[in-house]
């Protein structure tokens, strides 16, 4: 009974080692669950332009937006297991399943490799009367669910994490990413937003956006001056990350290929000055310890999305 099975075993090995000997052999397309304009969608565009030097094909951005991310995602983790199709897969991924939003989730997928994560920070209009953390406190406390918030992803889960700690309810104006949110908020459509500093950065530059409170552990460099929620006495943290996956079945030899040129992306020069310029962080976790992240993020997030489920019940 185990004879058929090992060879069965034995020539997919092979049959994997020599597809991959020629991979690739096409463009590669590469799923960016969000809009275009927004930091999962630049983090995309450039190591993509950078592994594709090193893989000799191109790497088209595909952006399929909707549900949060859960669309781009599912669609990413159910194509054909060629190394045709890499998935831009984000902390939604861990958070969405457990809240019945995703069909997806980590073990979905085949992780290749974590390539940056960022905190989020807190944005008003350059000439909203929200001129604190504690307008925006005490404004929820004494109207809840007044206040707009231009929310990239719905469940947002910088927002809720606000939400929980600190017992406040938004009316939330659900976006397809930031890149959609900020111009909202630009347009006087909402009251305040959090993204991650990457995504709205020249709007802060340029004074149009005023950071209010970087939700980080520490001081974070990219925003000199702008003091952590901590620092003004919430305890409130909240992240993003993103990396890249294939479908499962993909053969490995074909994942390593995309590893060590993802790698040699991230690692590179134009990534990291791409990066630093635009107030984005750079974080490499190998697909060896990627599915373990993944697993204890969903762990820490599992408190919070009980709470949104026991919301979305009543």
């Not at 297991?81 to 939604?92: A, K, L, Q, S």
């Not at 992780?111 to 953390?133: F, G, Q």
């Amino acid at each position: 009974m185990c004879r058929p099975t090992l060879v069965a075993c034995l020539a997919l090995a092979v049959s994997g080692a020599l597809f991959a000997a020629g991979y690739p052999e096409k463009e590669i397309r590469l799923i960016v669950p969000f809009a275009a304009g927004g930091g999962t969608d630049a983090v995309a565009r450039i190591v993509a332009d950078l592994a594709a030097k090193d893989l000799g094909q191109p790497i088209v951005i595909m952006n399929k937006t909707g549900g949060a991310g859960a669309v781009g995602m599912t669609e990413g983790a159910r194509s054909r297991p060629d190394g045709y199709t890499v998935t831009m897969i984000t902390r939604e991924l861990c958070s969405l399943y457990q809240v019945d939003l995703s069909l997806v989730q980590p073990k979905d997928f085949l992780p290749v490799c974590l390539v940056n994560e960022d905190p989020a920070v807190v944005l008003v209009p350059k000439n909203s009367p929200l001129k604190s953390l504690k307008d925006i406190v005490e404004g929820a406390r004494a109207r809840p669910g007044s206040l707009k918030f231009a929310s990239s992803a719905q469940p947002n889960i910088y927002l809720l994490a606000m939400m929980t700690e600190l017992g406040l309810s938004f009316n939330q104006i659900p976006y397809g990413g930031a890149g959609e949110s900020i111009p909202a908020l630009l347009g006087g459509h909402c009251d305040f937003t959090m993204v991650n500093p990457g995504e709205a950065i020249a709007q802060i530059r340029a004074g149009e956006l005023i950071p209010l409170a970087v939700c980080s552990d520490g001081p974070y460099a990219g925003l000199p001056g702008v003091p952590t929620m901590r620092e003004l006495g919430y305890n409130v943290t909240a992240s993003t990350w993103r990396g890249l996956a294939v479908p499962p079945r993909t053969p490995r030899e074909i994942a390593e290929k995309l590893e060590s040129a993802f790698k040699k992306a991230v690692d590179s020069p134009e990534f990291q000055k791409f990066m630093a310029d635009r107030t984005l962080g750079v974080r490499f976790i190998p697909a060896a310890e990627y599915m373990d992240f993944m697993l204890r993020d969903a762990e820490a997030l599992a408190p919070i999305m009980k709470i949104v489920k026991a919301q979305q019940g009543k």
